[in-house]
Structures are given as C-alpha cells and as structure tokens.
C-alpha cells in the first residue's frame, strides 16, 4: 500500500451527519408508507427527508418531503405531526396560506409550542410585528428553547434592538446541548450576521470561525464567510469559496452573489453567465409554480439587469403573498428604477412604518426621497444608514 493511502481524509461533521441521516431513511423507507400505514414510521420517515434537504439545502428535495406527507395524510388522515411539519415545509417555501391551513388541520395542533412559534413566523412574514413578538414571548414563556430564543433575536435585531438580542442569541446558546452542534453553530453564524449588518468585519469573523469549529463542513457557514471575504475586497479568495459552495449547492442565488462579486471586480463578463444561470433557475422555479424565489427576481431585475418595469411586476407578486417590511421595500426600490417616485415613496413609507432599522432600508429610503425631491429627509436616512452601518456599501454596494 503506498503510504499516502494510509491515511483517509477525516470526515467533516457535515458528512458524519448526513450519513446518519442517510442511514436512518434507508432502514425506514421500504415500509414507512406501505399500507396499512404505520403512522409513527411514516411521520420519522417524513421528518428524516425534510432534515436532509434542510442540511443540503436542496430545493427539489423537498418535493420528495412534500409526496411522502401527502401520501401518510390521505392513507391515515390528519395526523398532528405530519401536519405540523406539512406547515413547517410551507413556511420554507413562502406558502404561508397553505402553512396557516395546514396547522389548521387539526384544532388542538393549535396548543402545541412548535405551531405557536411557527404562527409567530408566520405573523413576522406577513407584517403583524407586534403579534409575533408578543407570540414569540408567549411561547418562550411555556417553552424556553434555543429555537424560540433565537426568534424573539431574530425580530429585536430587526427593531434595532441590538443589545437584546445579543443578549438572547447568548441565553439561546446556553440552552444548547454538546449533541446539537449544528444548532450552536447556526446561532454562531446568526451574531455574525448581526455583526456583519453593523459593519464589524472582525467580530462577525469570529462568530463565523467558531461557526465552522463547532460544526465542520458546512456550505451554510461557508457561503456566509465568501460574502464576508468579497466584503473585506479579498476577492480571489472569495470568488473561489463561493465557486466550491456552489459545486456543493448549486442554487441560484448563489450563482446571483458571485456574479453580483465579479461586478464588483469590475470584471462584467465573467459576471454574466452567472447572472445568466441564476435568473433562469429562478424563472424556471416560477414556471414550476413555486414562489419562494419571486424576491430574488424582483431585487434581480432592480439590481442587476436595472429593468424597473420587470422586477416591479416580480415584486407586487411578492407582495401579494406576504406584506411585510421586505416586500414593501422590494417594491418601493423597483417603482424607483422604474422611475416611478411618487409611487416609490409610498411604498417605501409603509416599509419604514414597520420600525425596522436596517442599513440597505435606509439607504433605499434615502435615494427614493432625494429622487422625489425630498433632500432633507432623503440626507437625513443617509446618515442613518451610516450610523448603522458605515460600511455599508462594501457588503451591499
């Protein structure tokens, strides 16, 4: 044997974890949903596909999640869990409607900590701020978990609360256990994006780094570290990471980011089959009938391609499924490279209504005003953005 075959490459925490979860859907699935159904093996077999396509990121895969709950559901009816994660795979893919019907489904799902966080969510999507934080607190006070933590964080970084929720990310990291690695370094990755929003390269560098020590492998941290690496101009560097997340998880908005690098490099036609192939996942998607990438179309039309009148049709789609803070901003900006400014201003009124204090949201407030000849207010969202973050336009710009 020659010696360098001795020794094989150590497995990453990403790979250990996705073995066993191949090892798990392998021994349920001959008879998870044979008939006559086993509800409990049906509903392990149904959550042990979704976790998969949770960890790969894998859209498509989802759709597998999607057959085998619908298959359980009409054999045995509406049972609890497969209804709840029925919800929970909806929720991921922009379906609120659906996700609302699906908890629904069965009236004392209703009760449970897991449906109460997820109506939270889906409050926080649809606009209803107020409702998901007292919903976010409701349920952290019955059931004080790192996940629900981490939403009551998630909403309190929006505000501008940024010091609570620090303080909850931390409380939230307590909670979790030596077996939940990939939860820990989820929230790692979640305080350095909080960072990040702030412009503290070396803090945000930190998290991700403790990120990848707690749990390794994970294209998730990586693709987070290549946005920070393009940030910092370290471009070689960041072009290649996002070249290797991208041979791993080839989605689209991936595909969007390193082409949005290339620009940034100044180097517009090696950006452009990358934009190429990301706007056609992302229509291909959208003939498929899914919904979950009608955001990136809007902000792809309004950033890269600067069409106001393609990424304004994009956005009101969005807009109808979900009003929300997001959405409204999506609009407001597309009405602005339309040049549509009366039209943008309103939009973009009812997003900063939302209380959100966001950098990229300021920034966009204060091009809309100064566009509709509103200089002062327009100056004064300028200094906000900064304030926030000021250096806001080397992540962004």
Known sequence: MVRG????????????????????????EDG?????????????FAYRLYH?????????????????????????GPWADLCLLKANLDFKLHRLVDARHDLEMVPKLAYSPQARALSADLDLQEGRYEDARKGY????????????????????????????????????????????MRSYAWVELQRG????AHGRYESAWAYYERANEAYSGYWLVDQHIAELLGAQGKFDEAVALYERVIVRVPRPE??????????????????????????????????????????????????VREDG??????ARKDLELRQNFSTQAALA????????????????????????????????????HLAAGRTDEGKRFLREAAEINPRYHEVHG
């Open 5 to 28: 075959q001795a020794h094989e490459k150590r497995q990453t925490d990403y790979e250990i974890e996705l073995e066993q979860i191949d090892r798990d859907i392998s021994e349920l």
């Open 32 to 44: 998870a949903l044979t008939i006559p159904i086993d509800a409990g093996k049906a509903t392990k």
């Open 52 to 76: 998969r396509a949770s960890l790969t990121g894998n859209f498509a895969e989802l759709e597998a999640v999607e057959s085998a709950i619908d298959d359980a559901i009409r054999q045995i």
């Open 137 to 180: 607190e409701a349920v952290i006070k019955a059931n004080r978990t790192w996940d629900n933590l981490v939403r009551l964080a998630y909403l309190r970084a929006r505000m501008g609360e940024v010091e609570g929720a620090e303080r909850l990310y931390i409380e939230a990291e307590d909670e979790i256990t030596a077996k939940e």
């Open 193 to 196: 994006l909080l960072e990040l």
């Open 254 to 303: 991936f595909q969007q980011a390193l082409g949005d690098l290339y620009v940034s490099m100044g180097e517009p036609a090696r950006a452009r089959p990358w934009h190429e192939k990301a706007l056609a996942a992302y229509l291909e998607s959208v003939q498929r009938g899914d919904v979950h990438y009608l955001h990136h179309l809007a902000d792809f039309y309004a950033a």
């Open 309 to 314: 009148g393609e990424a304004v049709r994009w």
């Open 333 to 368: 900006w597309a009405l602005y490279r339309d040049g549509r400014f009366a039209e943008a201003l309103d939009a973009m009124h009812k997003a900063l209504s939302s209380g959100v204090r966001d950098a990229k949201l300021f920034f966009q407030a204060a091009m809309i």
